[in-house]
């Protein structure tokens, strides 16, 4: 069985600041991981995909996680944050036949101006 | 938009009613899946249906149901409906493994 936890509920970050949204997971085999975004009253979007191949991935909108195996984490990253980023972020993982996706928490990350 | 449509985006109902969930994937893809979305139990998902059979599932009541047609839409019913089963619904699809699915933007279930 796999299982996901997002290390923190609330992020907040001044506008033009780093982001940093932390995601551990477990596995009993090589996951799959991804990080989704929702916006308030919208389904979910993907950001980005770890599959196997390079660890530092590279997402939509500037985000981009890395792929820790020995930290069994999947943190994620953004160099400036825009107040567009401001939704919930779920860090999520396959199982091993990509059939069922288990979701995080979630973390709703805010920016101030 | 992400090319999976979910019909309604809002229903409203009572207590002990059915309902059912409409979802049109994207075209091509073989794979739906349904989640359930609340405060309390955060994105859980519900089942998957491959090419119209079901290959897995999930925290699903027996009071829900699914299927996936022949020309790959899917609908969920949800039937004795309580006031814990407000929340959104969404469905996804995908091509193949691993799931990388895209989300329509959700179906909101009220029960009063």
């Known amino acids: 069985a796999q299982s996901v936890t997002q290390l923190d509920s609330h992020v907040s970050v001044s506008e033009g600041t780093p982001v940093l949204l932390r995601c551990n997971y477990s596995?009993?085999?090589?996951?799959?991981l991804f990080w989704y975004v929702q916006h308030p009253n919208k389904g979910l979007q993907l950001l980005l995909k770890y599959t196997s191949a390079a660890t530092l991935v590279k997402g939509i909108n500037g985000f981009e996680a890395e792929f820790k195996k020995s930290e069994t984490s999947f943190h994620l990253t953004k160099p400036s944050a825009h107040m567009s980023d401001a939704a919930e972020y779920f860090c999520?993982?396959?199982?091993?036949?990509?059939?069922?996706?288990?979701f995080g928490g979630g973390t709703r990350l805010m920016v101030k101006p | 938009d992400s090319g999976v449509t979910q019909t309604p985006k809002h229903l409203i109902t009572a207590t002990g009613q059915r309902v059912t969930l409409r979802c049109s994937p994207r075209?091509?893809?073989?794979?739906v899946y349904w989640y359930q979305q609340s405060l309390d139990q955060g994105l859980q998902f519900l089942i998957q249906y491959y090419n119209g059979e079901e290959r897995a599932k999930g925290n699903i009541l027996e009071r829900f149901s699914a299927q996936q047609f022949p020309d790959l839409h899917s609908e969920l019913n949800l039937s004795s409906l309580e006031l814990g089963d407000s929340a959104l619904y969404f469905c996804?699809?995908?091509?193949?493994?691993?799931?990388?699915?895209?989300f329509g933007q959700g179906t909101r279930l009220t029960v009063v």
């Open positions: 996804a699809s995908s091509v193949v493994q691993p799931a990388e699915a895209f």
């Open positions: 596995s009993s085999y090589s996951p799959s």
């Open positions: 999520v993982v396959s199982d091993k036949a990509g059939n069922m996706l288990t």
């Open positions: 075209s091509g893809d073989l794979s």
